[in-house]
């Protein structure tokens, strides 16, 4: 095995790219940042939380997973019992969202045997993180296996970790997305006076990334770009392929297998079209200074994940999908402020009774995540007429 000691920068894998095969586009880019498997940004250490680049609201407040795991709960006694339960969550950071959710579901009489945790990871680094923060005992599977590593939380849960959402068992399922979407790569396009153009990155004379528009139509433009996606008087234009496939793969597996689906991002309804970007140490970045030190994203187009997952000529397996709504909306439709004023109750002191206020605040204010953050959900096709009755809590005013 090579010395990773020597292994090349990130910048110098991109700079050798395009001196061989000419400029990359945007999604490529991003799959080399993110993805590197030594160089790679999710391959370093505190990249969540307040020493690192960003942080999330599951490390903002036990409040949040708290509440995710109640509409969960509450939701499925629509359906089902919900028992034996498949937790699958892409993208899981440092696993703080899983460990309130268990805490919840234990309270509601959920035993080892009645759940089982899938974690969709690529970085070896945070599923390591994971691990350790999850399980007592945890061990890497042979390249035969389906998942890469298992492990068993304390109280004798099975987990689970996959490199792929396919190799995820196809049961009952609870699938969540939180700040996952954002991180898959775009291709990013401009409409120009001969059409739309893709936005390529390259090299300028001084050796340093910038961005070119292509002369003519890519690949990319001709497959991606159709309608409804350049519906509009749009002029700049995201599109993440993987991010469709996914939402097309959650849509039919909870419509075929059962479950529910909650995808929780900064995005919007299809109004933006230039949101690529980095931050470093929790301020915006340049992000193609760099590459591997700060964390590279971009809005969700809830819009586009519409598309992909609701019913299309000639597919068997669609989802109903509800939302998008705002952070603070979905919150306070769950009564949010309910289980505050207990953690208030609870708190030692003054100062942890503010702390605890301050966290809140951060989640629902409009001008922090509140309105910034927004979810969406899949329920199967067959649950219409139960939704109808039962309207989908936290996306419908009581």
């Not at 942080?55 to 509409?71: C, D, K, R, Y």
């Not at 034996?84 to 045997?113: C, F, H, M, S, W």
């Not at 997305?177 to 004379?205: N, S």
């Not at 109903?320 to 009564?335: A, I, K, N, S, Y």
């Amino acid at each position: 095995m090579p010395n990773l000691a020597d292994a090349p920068s990130i910048m110098t894998i991109i700079k050798e790219k395009l001196r061989l095969n000419g400029p990359l586009t945007v999604a490529e880019y991003m799959h080399i940042v993110i993805t590197n498997p030594t160089e790679g940004y999710y391959e370093k250490k505190d990249v969540i939380g307040e020493t690192g680049d960003f942080i999330t609201s599951p490390e903002v407040s036990q409040l949040f997973g708290e509440m995710l795991a109640v509409w969960f709960y509450a939701e499925t006694q629509k359906m089902c019992l919900g028992k034996p339960l498949q937790i699958v969550e892409l993208g899981p950071g440092k696993a703080t969202l899983l460990i309130d959710i268990l805490r919840v579901l234990n309270r509601y009489g959920y035993k080892a045997a009645d759940v089982s945790l899938h974690l969709v990871e690529i970085s070896s680094t945070m599923q390591m993180v994971q691990a350790n923060r999850l399980c007592v005992s945890h061990s890497e599977m042979d390249l035969e296996s389906p998942h890469n590593r298992e492990g068993e939380t304390v109280s004798g849960i099975k987990v689970y970790w996959y490199n792929d959402l396919k190799k995820v068992p196809n049961n009952f399922s609870w699938y969540i997305a939180h700040e996952f979407f954002d991180v898959l790569p775009i291709h990013k396009f401009e409409k120009t006076e001969k059409g739309w153009r893709e936005i390529l990155i390259d090299l300028d004379e001084n050796d340093k990334l910038r961005y070119r528009i292509s002369a003519n139509e890519t690949q990319s433009t001709r497959v991606l770009v159709r309608p409804p996606l350049d519906k509009g008087d749009r002029v700049a234009l995201e599109i993440s392929p993987r991010s469709l496939g996914i939402a097309k793969q959650l849509a039919n597996r909870v419509d075929q297998f059962g479950g529910l689906a909650l995808i929780a991002d900064y995005g919007h309804a299809g109004e933006k079209g230039d949101t690529f970007r980095a931050f470093h140490k929790h301020k915006i970045a340049d992000p193609l200074e760099s590459p591997g030190t700060a964390d590279l994203t971009a809005d969700v187009d809830f819009s586009q994940l519409r598309i992909a997952a609701s019913v299309a000529p000639g597919d068997e397996n669609y989802a109903l999908v509800v939302g998008p709504v705002t952070q603070m909306d979905f919150l306070e439709r769950l009564h949010a402020n309910a289980r505050l004023q207990v953690l208030v109750d609870n708190a030692n002191t003054e100062n942890d009774k503010e702390k605890i206020k301050s966290a809140y605040d951060m989640l629902v204010n409009p001008k922090k995540m509140g309105e910034r953050f927004k979810f969406m959900a899949f329920y199967p096709s067959g649950m219409a007429r139960i939704l109808e009755k039962y309207p989908p809590l936290g996306f419908s005013a009581p």
